[in-house]
């Protein structure tokens, strides 16, 4: 994924139609936030087996795929709008995670972070 490309694409298609004044990071934040609700809402009642075979449900799974799109879209669009740049906070993140869940403690459980024992 090329993206800085798809951000360029993102920000001329906002410029197109006149919605800079809108996307404040606030807001896109927010839309962020409601997408990533709307992606949940097509798990909500599925089983965990049925959660994980969604791609034999085709209907369910374009829904889940233009979610998750959305999604996409707004997370690439705030961090524009905030001048993150992805790839280094994701590494950045990574690397945070690493230390907070060293694999000697971490393997086969899902504790958070500060429930690991040492």
């Known amino acids: ?31 962020l936030a409601v997408e990533a609700a709307e992606l949940l809402e097509n798990f909500q009642w599925l089983t965990e087996e049925e959660s994980r075979r969604l791609a034999e449900r ?6 889940v795929r233009e979610e998750i799109a959305d999604v996409q879209i707004y997370l690439l669009r705030l961090a524009d709008l905030l001048d993150i740049g992805l790839e280094a906070a994701v590494r950045d993140k990574l690397a945070l995670n690493a230390a907070k869940y060293p694999v000697a403690l971490a393997k086969g459980n899902a504790l958070k972070y500060n429930r690991l024992c040492p």
């Not at 993206?3 to 404040?24: G, T, Y």
């Open 1 to 31: 994924m090329n993206v800085d490309a798809i951000q360029k694409s993102l920000r001329e298609f906002a410029e197109e139609r006149d919605w800079n004044r809108f996307h404040s990071p606030k807001n896109i934040a927010t839309a």
């Open 58 to 63: 085709p209907e369910e799974f374009r829904a």
